[in-house]
């Protein structure tokens, strides 16, 4: 273990995007305790530049305060970004697990089913499935995981396949245990790491999704997200460029540390790379 | 040197040193506005058809007002004045109109406009195809034409705002030789239509622009005074901004422009802005609860409400004050406004003390209600809008979950009562009887049908002095009788009335009489001209 946070930080990508991410976490954990009004409180003067005010990042047409949006936006990205890669995880992995492992027939039927979806347009299929289910926290993290799955299937029937030829699976299996266990106790286990890998960068699409879902209005209105201030900051964009900058700068930050974590993970995690 | 002429020297330059034809670069150029004195107009978004009396949304009625007309046309105050009629009486009984037509009027394609067009306009087509025309006509026992310039309208009971039927939204005339006893939808003639108005249609280029020309036997001795309109059609509101900064358009009304850029663009020295000229259309914005449901079906409940509303907030911030606070049903513009109502002023002691009173105290989050509110997919404003009364509740302790959905979602919740608060904004077409009346009146509680007494308010008094006021003849009885009925809503909130909207119209100013009636932008711009 030591070895492999070695390997991570003394990547240069892996000790600036953790440090980033770390950040970014920090906000959102500690976003009551930064901002405790609300992010939606119309208490300062509309338009007001970065720095007037009080306001660090200037205030929004209504006056609310544009970094109180951004430090509670970081909450629901990262909990939209976790939920719905963690659903396309379940989705994904579960089905190429049995297509990997069952062969024949089996993977033949799941391989086509996932090409189906490959062949949608991820982001088109995501705004359908919103604006059917009615927009809200739960179907958008439902609709970005339905949309993320495909290529973490196609990872892990791959690495399953791989797996599963080797002796001690099926010494695992001469020993008479259970499809389930071999599966779940010495497969997955050897295959995890690109997934893990994949899984990072997922995340980061996820955020960008959410982000693009709400700039189009197709956010829960409920709850203050990055995409959304740039949604609303777009038209007056001319008058006050700090209402979609700093939310823009917000996502960018966020989605090049997960990048830079996810790149540093793929380097830790593989035995090949030298660790001298 | 005037901007226009030296955009023409500067592109005849351009022309003769890149060509060496002059004359090439002109024709080409087909938004330059040319020397008599064209105009280009911003139309958002592009319409589906011009015929009017087929289609009446918004830009159909802009563009195509300019190609058909109504008998009437309204001033600043509502006035009636001259259009196609010109001149009108009134039998003391209230029950007979005369109008007498003007006599000189053509139809585009040359044939001479007649008593019997109005007839059957009035009677058969409109009849068919216009849903608030049918409203008005309906009320008639007998349409004739007495003579071939006369035509008579009998009444079967009085109805005061008749003359408000004739506006040419209301009632655009239409003519009889083209479209009696065809498929009106599918006449070949509603690719060229074919009116009585200033302008002719020339040509439709669909998603760039709507070419119309100057009427040259227009019944009007000097009018039209402009040369041609082009309609562009641009759908991006930043590039319709530009197109007005830039002087490549020269007028701009409705939701051309964003409201926040309104004052920026008015400021121009090229531009001049007037929000006269929606007189007869007068929207008003409000909150509309559903009054079958809990806690909204408490007058408590609703005054505490209004308690936490802070009006002028969302004229200046979310109106960018295109608009005016309301004080009740009526807009301040429209005829028999009574203005001495109860106000609620914001007053947040004054709400917790309702509320307490309801029973309703505080939880442990110090939430004493929790409500949601569907917000209207129309755009930017009504998102504020549901943002800022989500804010504005919860300062009162109600939690306020806002609902997403689209427009088809938003008019089924509606029209089916299945909401517990929303936004609207009504037109009040001039006349209490015709605008107001039919949001608060019992008989107009229609499941399916938006745009009637969606909230579901239920008062015999209210429909009683709505029913008299629309047929008594005596203004002073009518103002009694519509003062009355608002001292009443006021004092009800079957909704909760927050603003009157007052479009911009930005145009270049150059140009003068182009808004010279309580239509406005809807009128058909016969004296529009440069000056």
Redesign the interface.
């Known amino acids: 273990m030591s070895q492999f946070l070695k390997t991570f930080l003394r990547r240069p990508a892996g000790a600036v995007g953790l440090t980033l991410l770390v950040l970014v976490a920090a906000m959102a954990i500690f976003a009551p305790l930064i901002y405790p009004a609300s992010p939606w409180e119309m208490s300062g003067i509309p338009f007001s530049r970065p720095g007037e005010n009080g306001m660090l990042m200037g205030a929004d047409t209504l006056g609310r305060d544009i970094a109180a949006g951004v430090v509670h936006g970081a909450r629901v990205s990262i909990v939209i970004g976790i939920a719905s890669t963690l659903t396309a995880l379940l989705i994904g992995v579960t089905l190429g697990c049995i297509a990997g492992y069952a062969g024949g027939m089996v993977d033949g039927a799941i391989v086509r089913f996932t090409e189906i979806f490959q062949t949608i347009p991820n982001f088109v299929l995501a705004i359908l499935l919103v604006a059917i289910l009615t927009p809200s926290i739960g179907t958008i993290i439902l609709a970005i995981g339905l949309v993320s799955w495909p290529p973490l299937a196609r990872l892990t029937r791959a690495q399953v396949r791989s797996v599963s030829t080797r002796e001690f699976v099926q010494a695992a299996r001469c020993q008479g245990q259970s499809t389930l266990s071999v599966v779940v106790r010495h497969v997955l286990p050897n295959a995890v790491s690109p997934i893990i890998v994949l899984g990072a960068m997922t995340v980061a699409a996820a955020i960008l999704i959410e982000a693009a879902l709400s700039f189009m209005g197709l956010g829960d209105p409920n709850f203050m997200s990055w995409g959304y201030m740039i949604g609303a900051g777009r038209t007056v964009i001319r008058q006050a460029w700090w209402m979609s900058v700093f939310p823009g700068l917000a996502i960018l930050t966020t989605v090049i540390a997960i990048n830079l974590v996810g790149e540093a993970l793929n380097d830790a995690l593989n035995p090949r790379i030298s660790r001298a | 040197m005037k901007r226009r002429d030296f955009n023409t020297l500067l592109l005849s330059g351009l022309a003769a040193g890149a060509s060496g034809v002059p004359n090439l670069w002109h024709d080409g150029m087909a938004y330059a506005q040319t020397e008599g004195g064209g105009l280009t107009a911003l139309l958002t978004p592009e319409p589906p058809m011009l015929v009017l009396p087929l289609n009446q949304q918004q830009p159909t009625i802009v563009a195509g007002s300019k190609i058909y007309e109504g008998l009437l046309n309204f001033d600043f105050d509502l006035n009636p004045i001259p259009q196609l009629a010109e001149s009108w009486e009134i039998s003391d009984d209230g029950l007979t109109y005369t109008f007498h037509l003007q006599q000189a009027a053509r139809w585009h394609d040359g044939t001479p406009f007649t008593a019997d067009d109005v007839v059957f306009s009035c009677q058969v087509m409109l009849m068919e195809l216009h849903p608030r025309a049918r409203g008005n006509f309906e009320r008639c026992e007998s349409i004739t034409a007495l003579d071939a310039h006369t035509v008579q309208f009998v009444l079967k009971e009085p109805f005061a705002p008749f003359l408000k039927a004739f506006e040419a939204g209301s009632a655009p005339i239409s003519p009889k030789h083209i479209y009696e006893g065809t498929d009106y939808a599918n006449n070949p003639a509603n690719d060229h239509p074919i009116g009585t108005g200033p302008f002719m249609f020339k040509e439709w280029v669909r998603g760039s622009h709507i070419h119309l020309v100057a009427n040259p036997d227009y019944y009007v001795d000097g009018q039209p005074g402009l040369t041609e309109i082009f309609f562009r059609i641009v759908p991006d509101?930043?590039s319709r901004s530009v197109a007005l900064e830039s002087g490549e358009a020269q007028l701009s009304s409705w939701n051309d422009v964003?409201m926040?850029?309104v004052d920026?663009l008015a400021s121009l020295p090229h531009l001049a802005k007037t929000s006269q000229g929606y007189e007869f259309f007068s929207p008003l914005l409000w909150y509309e609860p559903n009054l079958r449901r809990e806690p909204f079906n408490d007058l408590r409940f609703r005054k505490a409400m209004m308690h936490l509303l802070d009006k002028s907030?969302i004229v200046e911030?979310?109106m960018f004050n295109q608009a005016k606070a309301a004080t009740g049903p009526l807009c301040s513009t429209t005829p028999f406004y009574e203005g001495d109502v109860p106000d609620y002023a914001k007053d947040a002691e004054a709400a917790a003390a309702l509320l307490d009173d309801m029973g309703l105290a505080p939880d442990a989050d110090g939430i004493r209600a929790r409500i949601s509110f569907l917000?209207v997919?129309a755009g930017?404003m009504w998102?504020?809008l549901?943002?800022?009364f989500?804010?504005a509740m919860?300062a009162g302790g109600i939690e306020v979950?806002?609902?997403?959905?689209?427009m088809a979602?938003w008019g089924q919740a509606v029209s089916n009562w299945d909401f517990d608060m929303t936004n609207n904004l009504l037109y009040q077409n001039a006349d209490p009887a015709l605008g107001v009346a039919r949001s608060y009146i019992s008989s107009n509680i229609r499941q399916g049908v938006l745009f009637t007494n969606t909230e579901g308010y239920e008062n015999p008094e209210v429909d009683r002095l709505f029913a008299e006021a629309a047929v008594a003849l005596d203004p002073a009885e009518r103002q009694r009788l519509y003062s009355e009925v608002q001292k009443i809503l006021v004092a009800e909130l079957p909704v909760l009335w927050v603003a009157e909207q007052q479009y911009p119209t930005l145009y270049d100013n150059r140009l003068t009489d182009v808004i010279v009636t309580g239509t406005g932008v809807n009128g058909n711009f016969a004296t529009a001209r440069y000056a």
């Open positions: 509101a930043a964003e926040f850029d920026r907030f911030r979310i917000v997919p930017e998102t504020r549901a943002e800022y989500r804010q919860a979950t806002l609902v997403s959905t689209d979602g």
